[in-house]
């Protein structure tokens, strides 16, 4: 018969056994976590692709917090304290990788998916009060019947007047998810009783595709406005509906376009170019292996000649389009120098809301041209556009400057191009010097479109059957409508330099038939009467028009 030790001693240390081995356990695992490596941290790239990275997780940002919190002398925002850090530590890397605020996040995804939720219009405030410039075509307004030239004096049974300078509050009140409900108090013309609609919210497109129409007889001009999730499938639409009209040749206006999605502007350039197989661009990175986009001869359409204009303010995807039509030979680039943006950046979503959109790639067009430009010198890169001007570039070709010299050819001529710092055109445009004069500006902000609304309403008797080849042909901008402009703007508290105004009294005269335009047949108004002016689109044409547009380069 075995024997047990019944004695008080065994049975306190039976007791106690288990929390003793649980200490030795305890004090192991503590000592292990810090003899072995930081932890791999695993981050999963919108191509499915894992990144592991042995450098993070120290943890000392975490603890640096937590003790401010715990024991700074003076009550601190915790939050602010981390967007400060993160935008601090994002500062040391290049000018594109950044952070996104959760409460931002949803506006910033909205201009690139092309898409938002709200009630569908576009307005101005005048006199303090929203007025209805259209309701989108196809959109929740147009459908609930809110109409052109429209009031909106309620929003919710809440005053939506004498709120001017909270805009932003008052286009919040609009918006809101698919499927919700607003209601809108409104005045309509000379109506005293307010109209009562309720608007379903729903999904209202963000077009990146501003206007496609024949300028002549067989060339069409397409506006892309950014490269956004549907751009190509506006432009295809642009682009079948000219085919109808006799299109032949096309005029791409890119500029001042930022860029956007990158595989949106390949399947764009992959109708521009019939073969297979052509290289348009490709990008490479320290953890991402080379990727080449090619054109996949998938083409709907004929399209024989083709001009690209580009300007400073063309960056990224345009610069990728206007790169590649470059090296093959594809067509002509009109206009000056791009921005200068070779940088790929993915979208990496955080805890709390906010995204990371980091720098991964390099992008190379078909000669192998980086063209981003040097960020070496922060407030110098900030500074570049300014120092173009300043330096003449933007007025005279002979000042642009290349940071590089490396010389790269094209594909078919052989011609010389450079990279380093954007995309040279073979044709250049000065800078309207217009759009430097500070009266021209101001009363291209505010004071014209309020202006116009009124002129339309007050002459709706004379406009209302104007057709627009007759606007454009036979309207003129009269002395006694400039000087009702400027009566307006001083009413306004916008104050204008007569003694200066007859160097941008031609240039207003152009505005105010262009913003006329608009008003009356929106884009495709507004660009026509643009266009006709336009001394990029005049050189467009001209070097459409030889039977090689290259032959002088």
Not at 472 to 500: K, S, T
């Amino acid at each position: 018969m075995p024997e047990y030790d019944n004695s008080p001693t065994k049975k306190k240390l039976n007791i106690w056994l288990p929390f003793l081995f649980a200490l030795v356990l305890t004090i192991g695992m503590y000592i292990g976590a810090q003899l072995k490596p930081n932890p791999s941290v695993v981050i999963q790239t919108d191509s499915g692709e894992s990144i592991h990275s042995s450098n993070i997780g120290t943890g000392r940002i975490e603890d640096l917090l937590r003790f401010i919190e715990a024991r700074y002398v003076d009550e601190v925002d915790s939050e602010e304290l981390i967007d400060k850090a993160i935008n601090n530590i994002l500062e040391e890397l290049d000018p594109h990788s950044n952070y996104i605020p959760a409460s931002q996040l949803a506006r910033v995804n909205d201009e690139l998916e092309g898409n938002f939720d709200g009630v569908g219009i576009e307005f101005i405030i005048l006199d303090d009060t929203i007025v209805v410039v259209a309701p989108i075509v196809g959109g929740p307004s147009e459908a609930a019947g809110i109409l052109a030239g429209d009031k909106i004096v309620e929003i919710n049974d809440s005053t939506a007047v004498g709120l001017e300078g909270n805009t932003r509050e008052l286009v919040n009140k609009l918006r809101g998810e698919r499927g919700t409900q607003v209601k809108v108090g409104v005045l309509r013309g000379k109506e005293k009783e307010i109209k009562t609609f309720e608007i379903d919210r729903d999904e209202i497109p963000i077009h990146s595709v501003d206007v496609g129409y024949m300028i002549d007889e067989k060339t069409g001009y397409i506006k892309v406005n950014r490269f956004s999730a549907t751009t190509y499938r506006e432009f295809m639409k642009e682009v079948e509906s000219m085919q109808e009209d006799g299109l032949k040749d096309l005029v791409i206006d890119l500029r001042q376009n930022p860029g956007g999605y990158l595989q949106e502007a390949t399947k764009l350039l992959s109708q521009l170019f019939p073969d297979k197989g052509k290289l348009l661009v490709y990008t490479e990175g320290r953890t991402v292996r080379r990727n080449e986009y090619e054109s996949n001869g998938l083409n709907h359409f004929s399209i024989d000649k083709i001009a690209v204009l580009i300007d400073e303010g063309s960056a990224s995807a345009s610069e990728i389009v206007a790169g590649a039509v470059q090296d093959w030979d594809r067509g002509i680039i009109v206009g000056r120098r791009s921005f200068g943006k070779g940088l790929v950046q993915e979208q990496y979503p955080l805890t709390d809301g906010s995204a990371l959109r980091l720098t991964v790639a390099r992008y190379y067009t078909p000669s192998n041209r980086l063209i981003q430009k040097s960020y070496a010198d922060k407030k110098a890169y900030d500074q570049d556009v300014i120092d173009r001007f300043e330096g003449g570039e933007l007025i005279n070709k002979d000042s642009i400057h290349q940071s590089d010299t490396t010389k790269f050819y094209t594909k078919l001529e052989n011609r010389v191009v450079y990279g380093g710092g954007g995309i040279t055109p073979d044709i250049f445009i000065p800078l309207d010097t217009s759009y430097l004069n500070q009266d021209y500006l101001r009363l291209r902000g505010a004071v014209v479109p309020q202006f116009i609304y009124r002129y339309a309403e007050n002459h709706a008797d004379d406009l209302n059957e104007i057709t627009l080849e007759k606007l454009r042909n036979e309207f003129e901008v009269d002395e006694m409508m400039i000087q009702e402009l400027l009566d307006h703007a001083a009413e306004n508290g916008v104050e204008v330099n007569l003694d200066n105004f007859e160097k941008i009294k031609s240039d207003v005269k152009l505005l105010l038939k262009s913003r006329l335009a608009r008003h009356f047949f929106k884009e495709d108004g507004l660009y026509t009467i643009l266009n006709d002016k336009d001394e990029a689109v005049k050189e467009a044409l001209r070097a459409l028009k030889k039977e090689n547009p290259l032959a002088d380069f």
